[in-house]
């Protein structure tokens, strides 16, 4: 209980601790989740806006040099030569035009060549196959141009290809005509804008796809992701935000961007980035962190194991302390290893321990040298203040020629042997409820009845007597066999009336009794050596012992202190007691 | 466009127009305005009268000149059959041409007085530039008749010696939007001095697409 109960302390810091730790992780994995995923893809928005800028400022560059190399080549005198035969029919040749508009094409790099006469009518056309003859005057750019007469550039669809076209007017030195020239915007156009500019770019309406820098492979989902994303968007959108698309296995954040043309449908340049892509940095961060994190839990688990250990092991410690304490080893100390509230806990289990032990000490003081039943009774509050009289049996005991044998023994064999001997003697008297309220050197003074009140207490001591004297014996055989000389004893017994109470000055206050009794029993203990006899009962006694106690000789004997002799019985056995 | 008014239509209405001329001396004059009451100026007052015939073949002349890279005149009516000078009296070379169909021409780079004088031999508008000055623009007006005149920064202009008789009097301007033969005008012969005002609707003038904007060397 108490190992299970400091275990889940333990277990308790531990989870407290690890939890919070994780917390701490998961939130940090959570917070930087959504931060820098939110600017991940900010980031991606803003990449794709810039480079529909820089898409849109290479469009407008793109229509500049278009612009400018046109106007360059009308001011060309030749080719305002070749113009200004349309107003001569016989020397009008639209052969000799249109392969004027294949060299123009060679030298500029552009896809289509067109002259028009000044309203607009076709004259000539490279590549062939735009039949000649027709006005254009009401199509752009040339509408614009015409208006203007100025160069006008703009986005168009020629046969179901994307073209930016610019009229120009060819003066001489007014109007004499136009000249239009086309470049294609194609696929390959698309893949060049990509390598600029590390985005996907896809030029469509909502129902055709122009040209396009998307592997041919994922086109078909592309167009369909791009389909739905230009349908989703606001008529009168001028910059959308960019949008996610599922386009196959991959996630694209996609921007439109509004292209002006003369479509019969809103031309976009769809710009593309990858959104994986632009996540897998943040991946990359992430398990970082979460290495990091685990690194960081383990070292906080260790951490807290320590921690929780540092607290519960003084409390085992300490546990273990009061197991002992409880054993009954009141010798043992809570080992004090801090100067904190453990140390203090410690420190005070100590203090109580220590007054535990003083306690014991004295009672076991008592026991020494009076009884442990008058040390209980004492201690426990048991013996009355005041006194009281009592009729108790007191019981003396000797051993005869002790001086003799205290000669011949060095100190300590003799002290071994008076140890054993009182060893015995206290024995036999507890053994009958007694106590040992005195020992004289060779002897003790035992007491029945006091401070144990017992109705048989002359038939206990009389039992008490006869045990310490079978002790004895049992103990002379032993003696015996070490060489020790055996021990002769003479034991008194007599009961009366005494005062029993604390007697003496405060710090050693004793239990004790007084009155005419107890010097009796001790002339009953002393009339032994003179009667030859072991155990002497004085007439009190022995007229109290029931049948089965066998008595011996009896006599009157003169005693110190009294003006009569006294009759004094001998008591031989109590065949129920031996 | 300024350069269609003179259309072969044009010429066949005014072959219709042509009446009898009389020895007289009497004139007309009048203005020339906007709807707004503003003058135009530049525009070519004409009687269409029939040419008198070359005698023994005298061409009339007139001439362009080129100063500062700019045609002086800017506009030159003359009488069909009259031989027009172009010298130049820059320190540059002008290379004039016309793609025009009623007089195409060139005169490769030249200074001074070398180029040949060239004939404008039919009636109708010719638009002369310079091949290596895009901004250099001129205009001659080949009319059918020696009586014009050009009217001055106040729209007004003075037609002198003109002969007895009925004449239809004409107004052309580069940007007019009326075509000259509906601001044909009859003049009576017993008019002596008639006053005849026209009232001319023009395009906008524009400026030159920016390359050909510049009259200065850069």
């Known amino acids: 209980m108490i190992l299970a109960r400091r275990a889940s302390l333990r277990s308790a810091i531990f989870v407290a601790f690890s939890a919070l730790i994780l917390a701490v992780l998961l939130a940090t994995l959570g917070v930087t989740q959504w931060l820098v995923g939110q600017d991940a893809v900010r980031e991606l928005s803003k990449g794709l806006r810039t480079t529909g800028q820089v898409f849109a400022s290479q469009l407008e560059e793109r229509a500049i040099r278009l612009r400018t190399s046109s106007t360059l080549l009308a001011s060309d005198f030749a080719l305002k030569r070749v113009f200004a035969t349309h107003f001569d029919p016989a020397r009008y040749d639209a052969e000799t035009l249109a392969s004027a508009g294949l060299s123009y094409r060679q030298r500029l790099g552009v896809q289509l060549v067109w002259m028009t006469d000044e309203a607009g009518i076709l004259l000539a056309a490279s590549p062939a196959g735009k039949p000649l003859g027709q006005s254009l005057a009401a199509t752009a750019p040339l509408k614009q141009a015409i208006d203007s007469q100025a160069a006008v550039t703009t986005i168009v669809e020629v046969d179901e290809n994307l073209y930016q076209m610019v009229a120009v007017p060819v003066l001489g030195p007014d109007v004499i005509g136009f000249l239009m020239l086309g470049q294609i915007i194609d696929d390959p156009v698309a893949v060049r804008l990509k390598k600029d500019t590390h985005s996907d770019i896809a030029f469509l309406t909502a129902s055709h796809l122009f040209a396009s820098s998307w592997p041919a492979l994922e086109r078909p989902e592309r167009v369909r992701s791009a389909a739905a994303q230009l349908a989703a968007l606001p008529a009168t959108s001028n910059g959308p935000d960019p949008v996610l698309l599922q386009s196959g296995h991959e996630r694209l954040l996609s921007l439109a961007v509004p292209i002006e043309a003369h479509l019969s449908q809103p031309l976009y340049a769809l710009i593309q980035g990858s959104y994986d892509a632009a996540l897998a940095p943040l991946h990359a961060l992430q398990w970082r962190i979460a290495a990091i994190g685990a690194l960081g839990l383990a070292g906080a688990l260790l951490t807290g194991m320590l921690l929780a250990r540092s607290i519960t092991r003084p409390v085992g410690t300490l546990v273990q302390a009061m197991r002992e304490v409880l054993r009954g080893n009141l010798r043992h100390r809570a080992p004090v290893e801090r100067q904190n509230e453990l140390g203090f806990l410690a420190s005070s289990f100590n203090e109580m321990v220590g007054g535990l032990e003083e306690r014991e000490r004295l009672k076991d003081t008592f026991g020494r040298f009076v009884s442990r039943d008058v040390a209980a009774a004492v201690l426990s509050g048991r013996v009355p203040m005041a006194g009281e009289r009592l009729e108790v049996s007191i019981l003396f005991q000797d051993i005869r020629g002790f001086s003799a044998l205290a000669e011949k023994l060095d100190p300590a064999a003799l002290l071994q042997v008076l140890n054993r001997f009182f060893t015995e003697v206290v024995t036999a008297v507890e053994a009958e409820g007694g106590v040992v309220k005195q020992f004289t050197g060779d002897g003790v003074m035992a007491l029945f009845g006091a401070p144990q009140a017992s109705a048989d207490h002359v038939e206990r001591a009389a039992r008490a007597a006869l045990g310490i004297v079978a002790r004895v014996a049992r103990l002379n055989v032993a003696l015996q066999s070490s060489g020790t000389p055996p021990l002769q004893i003479g034991v008194g017994v007599h009961t009366g009336e005494v005062v029993a109470g604390l007697i003496g000055p405060d710090a050693r206050v004793e239990y004790g009794v007084v009155g005419e009794p107890v010097n009796l029993a001790s002339r009953v203990e002393a009339l032994t050596k003179e009667l030859q006899a072991t155990i002497l009962v004085s007439r009190e006694v022995a007229a109290r012992l029931g049948p089965r106690f066998v008595l011996g000789r009896s006599a009157f004997l003169p005693v110190k202190g009294r003006a009569e002799p006294i009759e004094v019985v001998e008591l031989l056995a109590h065949p129920a007691g031996a | ?218």
């Open chain 2, 1 to 218: 466009m300024p350069g269609q008014f003179l259309n072969r239509s044009w010429l066949a209405l005014l072959g219709l127009t042509l009446m009898q001329p009389a020895p007289a001396a009497r004139s007309v004059s009048g203005s020339v305005t906007a709807p707004q009451g503003s003058p135009i100026a530049d525009a070519v007052v004409f009687l269409q009268v029939p040419p008198p015939a070359p005698a023994g073949g005298q061409h009339p002349t007139a001439l362009v000149d080129q100063v500062e890279k700019t045609f002086v005149p800017g506009l030159l009516p003359v009488v069909v059959g009259t031989y027009v000078r172009f010298p130049n009296h820059d320190q540059v070379q002008h290379h004039v041409y016309s793609f025009s169909p009623t007089k195409s021409f060139e005169l490769p780079l030249y200074k001074g007085e070398s180029a040949p004088p060239v004939l404008f031999d039919k009636v109708g508008v010719v638009k002369i530039g310079c091949n290596i000055h895009d901004w250099m623009s001129g205009i001659i007006l080949v009319l059918p008749t020696p009586h014009f005149t050009v009217t001055d920064a106040n729209g007004k202009y003075v037609l002198d010696d003109v002969p007895d008789g009925n004449y239809t009097l004409t107004v052309w301007h580069a940007r007019s939007n009326v075509k000259p033969e509906d601001t044909a005008r009859q003049i009576e012969g017993r008019d002596d001095v008639a006053n005849v005002d026209f009232t001319l609707t023009l395009s906008p003038a524009r400026a030159r697409p920016a390359v050909h904007g510049s009259r200065a060397d850069p």
